[in-house]
């Protein structure tokens, strides 16, 4: 397309999303469309606001807030921050500092525990058994040191203080979840509508500051905001509203994981007094025929995939265009985005959950969608998992030259819903003949296909970790679930992961139609009898949650349970309920199965019966004790 000279798009990133990496969405879209000849730009305000609210001038605000509130009613959180104060000031732009990689010999003095103030937070500390009496601190973290106990602690600082904010200034704030009881699965906008028509918190108004400041320095004429979880829906909502505010002309469009996956029926027209346009799945055609259309060269009847508020009602335009192929997206840019500023946070010990929130990894994407696209739990109607679509692997690595280039760093998250073996080993082989060396980690399928050769092979080409589904470790409900493996599979696939020296984390699900107590305990068997023999070395069990774009959502029938009926629905529709007739407590098995995955990360309870963990009594599992063994051969 032709550009026209004034149309400036500026692509930004809302609160919450990460704080270690930006969120990819405007990098993909910001070189794809600069690759078109469109004026391109990206910030990350969600970076920025937390940077902007952890300042002294901040915290002197939230001292004030604390002290116009009764002593008496202070929670714990206020009164140790007030008690504190001087302490905080002191340290703040220090912690920061840190935790951003600009001044790592500070971190002798946090891991003292003599630098730091500490609040309730820092109770979390206790949780840390150490079996032989020594420092907890020192059992949980290994021998990894010096600077990541420091980080953990500056963490945990952190937290305190998003505490206080949330205690004094603003009730819905959160580092991730921010405000996301207002959008997620919210069949109205009206309890979103309400808090947007509210007084204005000490966030909202740093949040509107930053937004004007942005606009001022890029001069957009169109603002895209992408938000991918519900957790940065009221945000976003807050941004367009300040530009709206500040100047009705600038395009404000909404996209993104949470629009594609819960405002598939939008009806509510007041969405549309804050945005102009909300666009469904990729992005890349829905924009150039949108910025055609805003070029004056395209019809509105010609929009793709897009709604629109005419005559005060909601419509869906959606003329149908090919959407543009995986191997002519482009190259994801991070020009613009403040990479230095990123903070290195330690928040849980799960050692792939450490993998999300410490580093700043370059996020890129194998192949579009799933090849698999058959797992009864997943939206695998919706175009992110059922339009599968790959590159050349000479085209992938291409593109991981060009970002390592730009960004002058070699850690790559691959971000795929499960990156295919058979691309997978023509990129190692690709980076083996460019002699590239990079660091990589990414979500499978424990298939087959992943050989201990093969498994070998990755590892050699930078892969230091993968994460598969296991979901519930049970042959019958595997088989119902449709996820083409067996529990004999898993063990094997993950042994050689393992023995090449790549960390395995496993995706598990409790609560999934028809489970019973017997199916829970045998599967959590099997969970001990893998870490046992050394197959997996992370885990994290997920409650099960249905969806109306998955198979159990739209065939319920054929598993055994009965969809409860849904409100009348204008906003948000993602999650349902549903009737289980086994009847069984999940919530309360669920504290038992990550209890005693927490102590099996950490080695402890594996020669045990995992019917100790349990609360209540449960039946013996029905496993052999060496079936795990048994099927590596042993």
């Known amino acids: 397309m032709t550009e026209s000279p004034g149309l400036r798009v500026l692509s930004l990133i809302p609160p919450m999303t990460q704080l270690n990496t930006p969120y990819p969405s405007t990098a993909y879209l910001t070189g794809f469309l600069r690759a078109r000849g469109v004026d391109a730009r990206q910030d990350d305000l969600a970076l920025k606001l937390v940077l902007e609210l952890f300042t002294p001038d901040s915290l002197a605000a939230l001292r004030a807030l604390t002290r116009a509130m009764p002593a008496k009613k202070r929670p714990p959180a206020l009164q140790s921050f007030d008690a504190q104060f001087d302490?905080?000031?002191?340290?703040?732009?220090?912690?920061?500092?840190?935790?951003?990689?600009?001044?790592?010999?500070?971190?002798?003095?946090?891991?003292?525990?003599?630098?730091?103030?500490?609040?309730?937070?820092?109770?979390?500390?206790d949780a840390y058994y150490d079996p032989d009496g020594g420092d907890p601190l020192a059992w949980a973290f290994g021998a990894l040191g010096v600077q990541d106990k420091a980080r953990h602690l500056a963490t945990l600082y952190l937290n305190d203080l998003a505490d206080v904010l949330r205690e004094a200034a603003d009730p819905r704030f959160e580092f991730v979840r921010y405000a996301e009881s207002l959008a997620m699965a919210q069949p109205t906008f009206a309890p979103l509508a309400a808090a947007l028509a509210a007084p204005p918190t000490l966030v909202d108004e740093t949040l509107a500051r930053l937004t004007l400041d942005a606009v001022a320095r890029h001069a957009p004429r169109v603002v895209l905001l992408s938000v991918p979880f519900p957790g940065s829906v009221y945000a976003a909502f807050r941004i367009a509203q300040t530009i709206k505010a500040h100047d009705p002309s600038i395009v404000t469009v909404l996209g993104g994981g949470f629009v594609n996956t819960e405002l598939r029926e939008l009806t509510e027209p007041r969405v549309f007094d804050y945005f102009d346009y909300v666009t469904l799945d990729d992005g890349e055609r829905p924009l150039l025929a949108?910025?055609?259309?805003?070029?004056?060269?395209?019809?509105?009847?010609?929009?793709?995939?897009?709604?629109?508020?005419?005559?005060?009602?909601?419509?869906?335009i959606n003329l149908a265009e090919p959407d543009i192929p995986f191997a002519e997206v482009g190259t994801p840019t991070w020009d613009g985005l403040p990479l230095d500023g990123y903070l290195s946070i330690l928040d849980m010990l799960n050692p792939m959950h450490r993998l999300w929130s410490d580093g700043r990894w370059n996020k890129l994407t194998v192949a579009h969608g799933c090849y698999w696209k058959k797992c009864s739990f997943c939206d695998v109607s919706l175009d992110y998992i059922g339009r599968y679509d790959?590159?050349?692997?000479?085209?992938?690595?291409?593109?991981?030259?060009?970002?390592?280039?730009?960004?002058?760093?070699?850690?790559f998250h691959f971000v795929d819903e499960a990156a295919p073996p058979k691309m997978l080993k023509a990129l190692a082989d690709e980076l083996a003949r460019r002699k590239r060396s990079i660091s990589w980690w990414g979500n499978i399928r424990f298939e087959k296909s992943f050989t201990p050769e093969l498994c070998q092979q990755l590892a050699d080409s930078g892969c230091i970790a993968i994460s598969g589904g296991l979901e519930v470790a049970s042959d019958r409900l595997l088989t119902l679930m449709k996820k083409g493996v067996s529990v004999d599979q898993v063990a094997r696939v993950t042994k050689g992961f393992s023995d090449a020296g790549i960390l395995v984390h496993a995706y598990l699900m409790y609560g999934f139609p028809t489970q019973t107590v017997q199916d829970t305990v045998d599967a959590l068997e099997y969970v001990r009898q893998l870490f046992d023999a050394g197959c997996i070395q992370s885990g994290f069990f997920h409650r099960f949650v249905c969806t109306v774009h998955s198979p159990v959502g739209q065939h319920p029938d054929e598993y055994g349970i009965k969809l409860k009926p849904l409100p009348p629905i204008s906003f948000a529709k993602n999650d349902v309920g549903f009737i289980d007739p086994t009847g069984v407590d999940h919530d309360a098995l669920g504290v038992a199965l990550n209890k005693a995955l927490y102590n099996y990360m950490h080695g402890i309870g594996l020669d045990e019966d995992v019917r100790r963990w349990f609360d209540t009594k449960v039946p013996k599992p029905r496993v052999p004790r060496n079936f795990i063994a048994r099927a590596l051969g042993y």
């Open 87 to 125: 302490r905080y000031l002191a340290t703040v732009s220090a912690v920061l500092g840190f935790l951003q990689g600009r001044d790592p010999t500070l971190a002798h003095r946090i891991a003292s525990r003599a630098f730091l103030p500490e609040g309730p937070r820092f109770a979390s500390l």
């Open 290 to 316: 949108l910025l055609e259309h805003l070029d004056g060269k395209r019809g509105k009847s010609r929009l793709v995939r897009t709604y629109v508020r005419e005559d005060g009602a909601v419509r869906y």
């Open 390 to 411: 790959a590159a050349s692997a000479e085209v992938l690595v291409d593109r991981i030259e060009a970002v390592v280039a730009e960004t002058g760093q070699t850690g």
